[in-house]
T-cell receptor
Framework: GAVVSQHPSWVICKSGTSVKIECRSL??????MFWYRQFPKQSLMLMAT?????????EQGVEKDKFLINHASLTLSTLTVTSAHPEDSSFYIC???????????FGPGTRLTVL | AQSVTQLGSHVSVSEGALVLLRCNYS??????LFWYVQYPNQGLQLLLK??????LVKGINGFEAEFKKSETSFHLTKPSAHMSDAAEYFC???????????FGGGTRVLVKP
C-alpha cells in the first residue's frame, strides 16, 4: 500500500516559537492532503485540507494565520504552527487519499509539546 | 452535516471473547465507511472499508463489519479477542472517495487475560 511519512515524529519547543511539520507521500502523488489534530484520549479533528498549488481550506474555528499550510509539490505538504502556545500541544496527523482507491493513507503522526 | 457516533468510549473484553464495537452514521446518502485502529503514539491503520457491493466486509486481523443501511450502522466485530487487539478504534465516514473523513469519538478496547 501507499506510504505517508511525517517529520519530525516528535518535537518540543518553547512557547512563542514556530514549528514546521512535514507530510510526504512516498510512493504516490497527492494533490490533496488532510491535516488532523488529536488531543489526548480524543478523536481526530480535521483542521484543514491542503491543496497542491492553491490555498488550503480550513475548517471552522481553525485559525489560518496560526496554522500555515503549504502544499508546494505533489508529494509534500507542510503545517507550520506559528507562535506556538501550550494549548497547541497535540498529536498532528496528516493523510492523503490514494488514487482511485477510496482509501486514505495516514502518516505516523507528530507529537508536539509546547513548553 | 455528516456525523459518526461510536457507542461506548471504552470496551473491556476477555481474551477469546467476542469483540463488538458499534458505529452509527447520519447521512442522507450512504457514505463510504471505514474502521481504523490506532496504537499509542502511532498513526491510523485501516482495518476495513465499505464502499459499494457486499455489505459484510472482512478486514485484517480477523475483523469484519456489516453495513446496514436501514439501521445506518457499521458495527465492527471479531469472534475471538487477542491481547494484541488492545488499542483505540475509530469509525469514519466520507461522502466520496478522496474526500475528508469524519471520525467517530473512538472506542478504547481493553483485553483482559
Amino acid at each position: 500500500g501507499a506510504v505517508v511519512s511525517q517529520h519530525p515524529s516528535w518535537v518540543i519547543c518553547k512557547s512563542g516559537t514556530s514549528v514546521k511539520i512535514e507530510c510526504r507521500s512516498l510512493d504516490f502523488q497527492a494533490t490533496t492532503m488532510f491535516w488532523y489534530r488529536q488531543f489526548p484520549k480524543q478523536s481526530l479533528m480535521l483542521m484543514a485540507t491542503s491543496n497542491e498549488g492553491s490555498k488550503a481550506t480550513y475548517e471552522q474555528g481553525v485559525e489560518k494565520d496560526k496554522f500555515l499550510i503549504n502544499h508546494a509539490s505533489l508529494t509534500l505538504s507542510t503545517l507550520t504552527v506559528t507562535s506556538a502556545h501550550p494549548e497547541d500541544s497535540s498529536f498532528y496527523i496528516c493523510s492523503a487519499p490514494g488514487l482511485g482507491d477510496n482509501e486514505q493513507f495516514f502518516g505516523p503522526g507528530t507529537r508536539l509539546t509546547v513548553l | 452535516a455528516q456525523s459518526v457516533t461510536q457507542l461506548g468510549s471504552h470496551v473491556s473484553v476477555s481474551e477469546g471473547a467476542l469483540v463488538l464495537l458499534r458505529c452509527n452514521y447520519s447521512s442522507s446518502v450512504p457514505p463510504y465507511l471505514f474502521w481504523y485502529v490506532q496504537y499509542p503514539n502511532q498513526g491510523l491503520q485501516l482495518l476495513l472499508k465499505y464502499t459499494t457491493g457486499a455489505t459484510l466486509v472482512k478486514g485484517i486481523n480477523g475483523f469484519e463489519a456489516e453495513f446496514k443501511k436501514s439501521e445506518t450502522s457499521f458495527h465492527l466485530t471479531k469472534p475471538s479477542a487477542h491481547m494484541s487487539d488492545a488499542a483505540e478504534y475509530f469509525c469514519a465516514a466520507t461522502k466520496a472517495a478522496g474526500n475528508k473523513l469524519t471520525f467517530g469519538g473512538g472506542t478504547r478496547v481493553l483485553v483482559k487475560p
